[in-house]
């Protein structure tokens, strides 16, 4: 309540109108207990401003500590990362192929130096003599498979005696044949014999070789090869011959196997006449071989 008789009385007062306010009034409690408005507060002054150019100057020092004192930070935001070019590969150099000359190849020794041809077995020979009288008809290769088709089942439809004529022709071409080849191997000079096996060998076929035996009288044969021979020419040997490759092996081997069967079941009887012709050919060649230079010094 007085304080609100206070603020009434105060301003009714004609000096608060014109901002000239008595000390006796101002401390007056009951004027101190009131508050503060803007009329009765005191005017705080400030100290003077210095001038222009030292405020500047300090301002400018100022901010020149700042930047000094707190560096500017780093940016974190990393940058995406831009994707990286694939290398090209690099382009593989050609190789450089090596030109490797090949030895000329020996020359082809002629025919007519070289050694005879060994005959041709029954069925070529069979097959050799039907294409001849059918040479019209042989007009391609076609036409050359379906003759020797047709050969195969007629030589198997042959009976042994059919054939017979063609294993005779066969018996007479081999003895020509070793006479031949025999004659050769006694004239032929060892430099075409090098030049042959030399053409052989870049083709890869096999060495020929000069045969053991070259003089006229050669060792006579066993009484069980004498069998053997015989029983080839048999009819029970060209059976075997016939039934070709087997579970038991090759044609060669069962004749061999069924002859030494036989030879060791024959008597003593049986095996007369080739162990005779073997001794009486032994003798023969024992008495007519030529003498060595051994046993001429040493008689």
């Known amino acids: 309540m007085f304080s609100i008789l206070t603020r009434r009385l105060v301003s009714g007062l004609p000096a608060l109108h014109t901002h000239a306010v008595s000390s006796s009034i101002l401390a007056l409690p009951a004027f101190a207990a009131t508050r503060r408005t803007f009329f009765t507060t005191r005017r ?68 007519s130096e070289q050694p005879p041809s060994r005959p041709p077995n029954a069925y070529i020979l069979f097959f050799t003599k039907l294409a001849q009288n059918n040479k019209e008809n042989l007009k391609s290769i076609e036409d050359t498979q379906a003759a020797s088709k047709q050969a195969a089942a007629t030589w198997k439809g042959f009976t042994l005696a059919e054939k017979q004529p063609y294993y005779d022709e066969v018996e007479v071409l081999k003895k020509q044949y070793d006479e031949k080849l025999h004659e050769y191997w006694k004239n032929a000079p060892p430099q075409i014999v090098r030049k042959i096996n030399a053409r052989r060998a870049s083709d890869g076929k096999k060495k020929i070789h000069r045969p053991r035996q070259e003089s006229d009288h050669p060792r006579p044969m066993v009484p069980f090869f004498r069998f053997a021979q015989d029983f080839r020419q048999s009819p029970d040997g060209r059976a075997i011959k016939d039934a070709g490759v087997t579970s038991t092996g090759q044609p060669a081997v069962n004749i061999a196997r069924e002859a030494g069967t036989r030879w060791r079941t024959m008597s003593d009887s049986e095996k007369a006449p080739y162990v005779n012709a073997y001794q009486t050919a032994y003798a023969d060649w024992v008495a007519n071989r030529p003498k060595t230079t051994s046993a001429s010094a040493s008689s």
Not at 59 to 69: C, F, G, L, N, S
Not at 71 to 79: D, E, G, I, L, Q
């Open 44 to 111: 705080i002054q400030l100290p003077v401003a210095a001038s222009k150019s030292a405020s500047t100057v300090g301002a400018k020092k100022t901010t020149k500590k700042a930047a000094v004192k707190k560096p500017v930070a780093k940016k974190t935001a990393t940058k995406k990362a831009a994707p990286k070019k694939a290398k090209a590969k690099p382009r593989p150099q050609a190789k450089v192929k090596k030109i490797v000359e090949k030895p000329a190849l020996p020359k082809r020794v002629p025919k």
